[in-house]
């Protein structure tokens, strides 16, 4: 999962499942409403450290504190990768910051 600021434009990086010259199009999906968009990439693919992986800045209004799905079709109309992103104005936003949170509960249990 990627995680953008809110704003027209994001950049997103990926491992192509099919090699090709260019990136046609884009399907975002808001995940809370299921309203899908089709985005015009037009991107010539341009890998990147040692041929690793590519990078595909996708314009949209996307809003704050909202899931996508994508998917990403290159030129030959094959389905290049799905991702999803998260959009936050967090800077340091991460699901845990590395750190485990037990929960604590004051229910007893009774086993035979």
Do not use: W
């Not at 808001?30 to 015009?40: F, I, M, Q, R």
């Not at 341009?46 to 799905?69: M, S």
């Amino acid at each position: 999962m990627t995680v953008v600021s809110p704003g027209s434009t994001f950049t997103v990086k990926f491992i192509p499942k099919h090699e090709a010259v260019n990136l046609d199009s884009c399907v975002l999906i808001n995940k809370n409403t299921s309203v899908s968009t089709t985005l015009v990439l037009d991107t010539t693919v341009e890998y990147f450290d040692g041929d690793y992986y590519v990078e595909a800045d996708i314009t949209h209004d996307v809003a704050e504190d909202e899931f996508y799905k994508y998917k990403i079709y290159n030129d030959q109309g094959e389905l290049s990768y799905v991702g999803s992103v998260f959009v936050t104005s967090q800077t340091d936003y991460s699901i845990n910051n590395g750190e485990y949170t037990e929960n604590t509960t004051e229910n007893e249990y009774i086993t035979r």
